[in-house]
């Protein structure tokens, strides 16, 4: 996403940019990313936040699934 750095006026332009961005990933390229980021939380639940994989880092355990 190209979004970094950019500045917005008002809530809906950001969700307009955010919406545009989004757009642009193909159905199977989001859900992956989705996935990904469900399991290495996952993982992070599991773990009680504790550290793990090399330049990863979890939160503390707040909640569980």
Do not use: R, W
């Amino acid at each position: 996403m190209k979004l970094k750095g950019l500045h917005f006026g008002d809530v809906a332009e950001i969700e307009k940019a955010v919406t545009d961005e989004l757009k642009k990933f193909q159905k199977e390229e989001f859900s992956a990313a989705v996935e990904k980021l469900y399991d290495h939380k996952k993982d992070c639940i599991y773990a009680n936040g504790t550290y793990f994989e090399f330049k990863k880092m979890c939160l503390p355990h707040v909640y569980s699934i």
